[in-house]
């Protein structure tokens, strides 16, 4: 975690990568945070991946839709939609300081300066969706713990070895599908200590697995989505790691 300086002299933490980020706060993040994003860069976002899934003979078309859908982030569009939702954002992964001291107002001072905000909200994007593939091992060390991974992406190993939880297929269809609480479920029966058998008890884990790192769940999640071909684009959660002055920028190159 990195450390900042309030306007009030005050100090708040905020992440540097992965690591820093919980299962848990993922989750919450897509269900509660993601869900309030301004329409209009729903919009952007969605023009972005039309242009940049387009085939050359169209790409001029959705470019000039891009393009039109930043330019439609006027003073207003930014000042009463879009800096709230980057303070939203940021302060969700801050710890130490709210909503209303980055917007500021009376009883909150003068509030974050608006390119640190942008800042902090671009590195917070950039986190969450640079997202590499780890380099593969077995061995997971938490809290000078070893947590033990099965064979690499199950090669010489049958499903029927690790399926010994009745709910382990459904759960396994959930993370296909995009739900990550089903992860830490499955994490309760493949995440064990060195030569620890299936029990009932290892789903008493989950709570403890939602409350690791983003990076130390993603070997985990990478596992699966080697063996089952799943799209790294369901892992991202919003537009690409890029801040908006940035765009607008090069929509006027």
């Given at each position: 975690?990195?450390?900042?300086n309030?306007?009030?002299?005050g100090k708040f933490?905020?992440?540097?990568?992965?690591?820093?980020?919980?299962?848990?706060?993922?989750i919450d993040?897509?269900?509660?945070?993601?869900?309030?994003?301004?329409?209009?860069l729903?919009n952007?976002?969605?023009?972005?991946?039309e242009?940049?899934e387009?085939?050359?003979?169209d790409?001029?078309?959705?470019?000039?839709?891009?393009?039109?859908?930043?330019?439609?982030?006027t003073?207003r569009v930014m000042?009463?939609?879009?800096?709230p939702?980057?303070a939203?954002v940021?302060s969700f992964?801050?710890?130490?300081?709210?909503?209303?001291?980055?917007?500021?107002?009376?009883?909150?001072?003068?509030g974050m300066?608006?390119?640190h905000?942008?800042?902090l909200y671009s590195?917070?994007?950039?986190?969450?969706?640079?997202?590499?593939e780890?380099?593969?091992?077995?061995?997971?060390?938490?809290?000078?713990e070893?947590w033990?991974?099965?064979?690499?992406?199950?090669?010489?190993?049958?499903?029927?070895e690790?399926a010994?939880?009745s709910q382990?297929?459904?759960n396994?269809k959930?993370?296909?599908?995009?739900n990550?609480l089903?992860?830490?479920?499955?994490?309760?029966?493949?995440?064990r200590?060195?030569?620890?058998?299936?029990s009932?008890?290892?789903?008493?884990?989950?709570?403890?697995f939602?409350?690791?790192?983003?990076?130390?769940?993603?070997?985990?999640s990478f596992?699966?989505?080697?063996?089952?071909?799943?799209s790294i684009?369901?892992?991202?959660?919003?537009?690409?790691?890029q801040?908006?002055g940035?765009l607008?920028?090069?929509?006027?190159?």
């Amino acid at each position: 975690m990195q450390t900042y300086n309030t306007s009030e002299g005050g100090k708040f933490t905020f992440p540097e990568s992965l690591a820093d980020v919980t299962l848990k706060q993922y989750i919450d993040f897509l269900n509660f945070v993601e869900p309030t994003k301004p329409q209009e860069l729903v919009n952007i976002q969605s023009a972005y991946y039309e242009y940049y899934e387009a085939e050359e003979k169209d790409a001029e078309v959705y470019k000039a839709k891009y393009e039109a859908e930043i330019d439609k982030l006027t003073d207003r569009v930014m000042i009463k939609k879009v800096y709230p939702y980057y303070a939203r954002v940021v302060s969700f992964f801050a710890e130490g300081i709210t909503e209303q001291q980055i917007l500021g107002g009376k009883k909150h001072g003068d509030g974050m300066n608006l390119g640190h905000l942008q800042f902090l909200y671009s590195r917070v994007v950039e986190i969450l969706n640079n997202i590499q593939e780890p380099e593969y091992s077995n061995v997971i060390l938490v809290d000078n713990e070893l947590w033990y991974l099965p064979l690499r992406y199950m090669e010489k190993a049958k499903l029927i070895e690790y399926a010994e939880a009745s709910q382990f297929e459904a759960n396994m269809k959930d993370l296909e599908n995009g739900n990550w609480l089903a992860l830490a479920k499955i994490m309760c029966v493949l995440v064990r200590k060195e030569e620890e058998m299936y029990s009932d008890s290892l789903m008493k884990r989950e709570e403890m697995f939602l409350n690791w790192s983003l990076e130390n769940c993603l070997r985990v999640s990478f596992f699966f989505l080697k063996r089952s071909e799943i799209s790294i684009l369901s892992l991202r959660a919003f537009t690409q790691a890029q801040d908006l002055g940035k765009l607008k920028r090069e929509s006027n190159d």
